[in-house]
C-alpha cells in the first residue's frame, strides 16, 4: 500500500450534522491519535452495505485505536433528508459515527468517485489509503496494524474509546420490516430485517401470533411460498435461502454456504456448495424459485428437483440492458412478482421496473438508467420512479410498484402503456400483498403493515423529475486516458497463478458516447475515444483484481481441513461515472480501486 503521500485530509463537513455521537460534533483535531477510516456510502447501495459488514470485525477488534466514521453521501433526493439516514444507520445496525452530508461537501472534498470508498487517515491527520468497491477489509486492518506500531513508538497514537453513542432503542412489534406473504391459514408472515426474525400476525395485520428465528437470521428481506406450503426466505446478510415451515416451525437452509459469492466464484451447481451474495427477494415461477441476487446484479434460479441454483440472468455488470437473458443488465434487483406469463422486476438503482418472458427475454417497463429518478405519472416512456422495492401482479394484468423512495404506490398498466399513483404518503414501501378488494402495503420506515382498498382512480400528483446531486465529470472531445489505480496491498502480490490477475470492462451510456475503447481486457489503463457529438452520459468501468498474500519465505497459510494455500483476496468495483463533454475538460480520467493517485 502506498503511504508516503503526505496529504493533509481535509475537514469533516455535512449539514445534516452528525449521528451516533449522543449529539455531539466533531472535527479532524478532535480525532487526532486516532486511526481513522471514512466510509463514503449511501443506504441505497448494495455494496456499500455489504462494506458495512466487512468492517465490523475490524471496528470490534481495534476498537480503542481505530474511529470509524461513515460520511453519508446521498445518490436519491430521498437519501439526503435527515430522517431517512437516521433510519437507515438504524435500519442496518451502523454502529460507529455517521455524518450526514446531504450536498456531498466531504465527498467533493476528498474527491470520491464511488460508493463505496474507503479512505484512512493517520493518527497525525494524513490521508494514507483510498479503497473503492468491496473487499479491502484484510488489507486496511495490516495497515492499521502498522500505523498502530508506527505511531505507538513515535508517541502519536492515543488508545481509549471512541466518539461512538449508542441511540436509545425504541418498542414497536416490527422494525424495518421489508417483506410480506399471505399464510394459507390467513394470517400474515413479515420479515422483520432489523430485528433479524420473522413475525407471524393475524388478519389484522397487528396482532402477533409468534416471532420465527432465534438467531438464524440475519437482515431477512424476500418472502415466497413454495409448492409443498413452506415459505422460502431471503435472509440476506447470511448470502442465503432457507425455508421455513409455518406447520412444524422447522427451519431448513436449501440454498448458500453463508458466504459471499465474488469473481470467480461457481455460478452453477449444488445448492448448498455454492455461494450467493445478497439475495433480497424471492418468487416462484414456473417450476422453480427464482432469486433476485441484489448484490451482483442478477438473477439466479433454484431448482428444488435437482437441488441445484444458476445464474438465469444477467452478467454482473450494473446497470440498464435489455435483451436475452444472458446478456442483460441489472442494477440491484430487489423485488419480483410472478404471473403466468411474466416475472416482473423492480430494479431499484436503475428506478426502474422490467420483466422477463417465457422466452427469457427482459424487458423495460419504465426506468432510464442509474442517475434519472422522479415522480411522473404518463406514458411508461416518460414516467419516473425513485429507487422502486417491490412489485405486486394484479389481477387485470397490471402491476402495483412500491415505489419506496417516493413513499407512494404506483401501478403500471401493460395494456395502456400508462403509469399512475394509488397512493401516497405511505413512508418506504418495501413490498405490498393483495388481499382480495385490498392492497396491504409493508410501510417499512413506519414500522407496520397499511391495508388500503385499491383505488378506482388514480391520484394526481405534481410531477417531479431528478438526477443525481453528484456532479458531473467534464472530459475533453477525442482520446480520453482511463486509469484504474490498484497497487497490491502490503504483504500481497497480484495472484497470476491462474493467468491475468486484473479484469476491465468498460461501455457507455448512449453507447455512441464511446467511438472506442469499449470492452473488457485484463490490462487496467486504457485510451478511450469521446465521441465530440454526444455531450453528455456516464461511462461504465468495472474493474477487479486479485492479490495474494506473499509470504518472504516462500511458505503458505494451512487450512481448517489440512490443505495448504496462500490467502488470495479479490478487490472489484463498478463505477458509474456521469460525464459531459467540454472543449475544457479533462484528458485523463483516474478511478482509484486501492493504493493513491498521485497524477
Known amino acids: 500500500m502506498a503511504t508516503r503521500a503526505r496529504v493533509r485530509a481535509p475537514e469533516l463537513i455535512g449539514k445534516g450534522g452528525w449521528l451516533n455521537t449522543g449529539g455531539n460534533q466533531y472535527t479532524l483535531a478532535d480525532l487526532r491519535g486516532r486511526i481513522v477510516v471514512l466510509d463514503f456510502w449511501t443506504f441505497c447501495c448494495i455494496n456499500c452495505l455489504h462494506v458495512l459488514d466487512e468492517l465490523r470485525e475490524l471496528e470490534e477488534k481495534h476498537r480503542d485505536t481505530v474511529v470509524i466514521i461513515g460520511v453519508h453521501s446521498p445518490k436519491f433526493v430521498h437519501e439526503a433528508e435527515h430522517q431517512a439516514v437516521v433510519d437507515a444507520v438504524e435500519r442496518y445496525q451502523v454502529h460507529h459515527p455517521v455524518l450526514d452530508d446531504p450536498e456531498l461537501a466531504t465527498w467533493k472534498q476528498y474527491a470520491v468517485r464511488a460508493w463505496p470508498t474507503l479512505v484512512v487517515i493517520d493518527p497525525e491527520g494524513y490521508v494514507v489509503a483510498q479503497h473503492a468497491g468491496e473487499g479491502h477489509a484484510h488489507a486496511i486492518e495490516k495497515l492499521v496494524e502498522e500505523l498502530e506500531a508506527a505511531h505507538a513508538a513515535k508517541g502519536t497514537l492515543r488508545r481509549g474509546?471512541?466518539?461512538?453513542?449508542?441511540?436509545?432503542?425504541?418498542?414497536?412489534?416490527?422494525?424495518?420490516?421489508?417483506?410480506?406473504?399471505?399464510?394459507?391459514?390467513?394470517?400474515?408472515?413479515?420479515?422483520?430485517?432489523?430485528?433479524?426474525?420473522?413475525?407471524?400476525?393475524?388478519?389484522?395485520?397487528?396482532?402477533?401470533?409468534?416471532?420465527?428465528?432465534?438467531?438464524?437470521?440475519?437482515?431477512?428481506?424476500?418472502?415466497?411460498?413454495?409448492?409443498?406450503?413452506?415459505?422460502?426466505?431471503?435472509?440476506?446478510?447470511?448470502?442465503?435461502?432457507?425455508?421455513?415451515?409455518?406447520?412444524?416451525?422447522?427451519?431448513?437452509?436449501?440454498?448458500?454456504?453463508?458466504?459471499?459469492?465474488?469473481?470467480?466464484?461457481?455460478?452453477?451447481?449444488?445448492?448448498?456448495?455454492?455461494?450467493?451474495?445478497?439475495?433480497?427477494?424471492?418468487?416462484?415461477?414456473?417450476?422453480?424459485?427464482?432469486?433476485?441476487?441484489?448484490?451482483?446484479?442478477?438473477?439466479?434460479?433454484?431448482?428444488?428437483?435437482?437441488?441445484?441454483?444458476?445464474?438465469?440472468?444477467?452478467?454482473?455488470?450494473?446497470?440498464?440492458?435489455?435483451?436475452?437473458?444472458?446478456?442483460?443488465?441489472?442494477?440491484?434487483?430487489?423485488?419480483?412478482?410472478?404471473?403466468?406469463?411474466?416475472?416482473?422486476?423492480?430494479?431499484?438503482?436503475?428506478?426502474?421496473?422490467?420483466?422477463?418472458?417465457?422466452?427469457?427475454?427482459?424487458?423495460?417497463?419504465?426506468?432510464?438508467?442509474?442517475?434519472?429518478?422522479?415522480?411522473?405519472?404518463?406514458?411508461?416512456?416518460?414516467?419516473?420512479?425513485?429507487?422502486p422495492l417491490g412489485v405486486t401482479a394484479l389481477p387485470d394484468g397490471s402491476v402495483a410498484i412500491s415505489d419506496t423512495y417516493n413513499h407512494a404506490l404506483r401501478r403500471f398498466d401493460p395494456a395502456t402503456g400508462e403509469v399512475t399513483t394509488l397512493a401516497t404518503d405511505v413512508r418506504e414501501p418495501s413490498g405490498a400483498v393483495l388481499v382480495g378488494d385490498d392492497i396491504v402495503v409493508v410501510e417499512s420506515a413506519r414500522h407496520r403493515l397499511t391495508r388500503l382498498r385499491l383505488p378506482e382512480e388514480a391520484v394526481r400528483v405534481e410531477a417531479v423529475a431528478h438526477r443525481t446531486r453528484r456532479a458531473a465529470t467534464e472530459v475533453a472531445p477525442g482520446t480520453l486516458r482511463l486509469d484504474v489505480v490498484f497497487q497490491a496491498p502490503a504483504g500481497q502480490k497480484l495472484d497470476t497463478r491462474y493467468g491475468p490477475s486484473t479484469r476491465l470492462l468498460v461501455s457507455s451510456t448512449p453507447p455512441e458516447l464511446l467511438r472506442g475503447g469499449d470492452g473488457a481486457g485484463s490490462d487496467l489503463s486504457r485510451e478511450l475515444e469521446i465521441d465530440p457529438a454526444v455531450t453528455e452520459g456516464v461511462l461504465h468501468v468495472s474493474a477487479m483484481a486479485a492479490s495474494c498474500d506473499d509470504d518472504p519465505a516462500g511458505g503458505t497459510s494451512r487450512s481448517e481441513t489440512g490443505g495448504e494455500y496462500p490467502a488470495c483476496h479479490v478487490h472489484q468495483q463498478d463505477w458509474g461515472v456521469p460525464v459531459r463533454v467540454s472543449s475544457d475538460g479533462v484528458s485523463r480520467l483516474p478511478l482509484v480501486l486501492a493504493g493513491m493517485d498521485e497524477a
Open 161 to 387: 474509546d471512541g466518539p461512538y453513542v449508542a441511540p436509545e432503542p425504541v418498542a414497536t412489534d416490527l422494525r424495518f420490516p421489508s417483506k410480506a406473504v399471505l399464510l394459507p391459514s390467513g394470517n400474515f408472515l413479515v420479515s422483520d430485517s432489523t430485528r433479524n426474525q420473522l413475525v407471524e400476525l393475524e388478519p389484522d395485520g397487528e396482532s402477533v401470533v409468534r416471532r420465527i428465528g432465534d438467531g438464524r437470521f440475519n437482515e431477512p428481506q424476500g418472502l415466497a411460498l413454495l409448492p409443498d406450503g413452506r415459505v422460502a426466505v431471503a435472509d440476506t446478510v447470511n448470502h442465503a435461502i432457507r425455508a421455513y415451515d409455518p406447520e412444524t416451525g422447522v427451519i431448513e437452509t436449501i440454498a448458500g454456504t453463508g458466504r459471499q459469492w465474488w469473481q470467480g466464484s461457481p455460478t452453477s451447481g449444488p445448492a448448498l456448495e455454492v455461494a450467493l451474495s445478497s439475495p433480497w427477494d424471492l418468487a416462484w415461477w414456473g417450476d422453480r424459485l427464482w432469486i433476485a441476487m441484489a448484490g451482483v446484479h442478477q438473477l439466479w434460479s433454484y431448482d428444488p428437483a435437482a437441488g441445484t441454483v444458476e445464474v438465469a440472468a444477467g452478467t454482473t455488470n450494473e446497470g440498464l440492458v435489455d435483451g436475452p437473458a444472458a446478456e442483460a443488465w441489472f442494477a440491484q434487483p430487489s423485488g419480483l412478482a410472478a404471473t403466468e406469463e411474466r416475472l416482473w422486476i423492480a430494479d431499484s438503482e436503475t428506478s426502474a421496473v422490467r420483466w422477463i418472458d417465457r422466452d427469457l427475454v427482459v424487458h423495460t417497463a419504465v426506468g432510464t438508467g442509474l442517475f434519472d429518478f422522479g415522480h411522473r405519472d404518463g406514458a411508461a416512456d416518460q414516467a419516473l420512479l425513485q429507487h
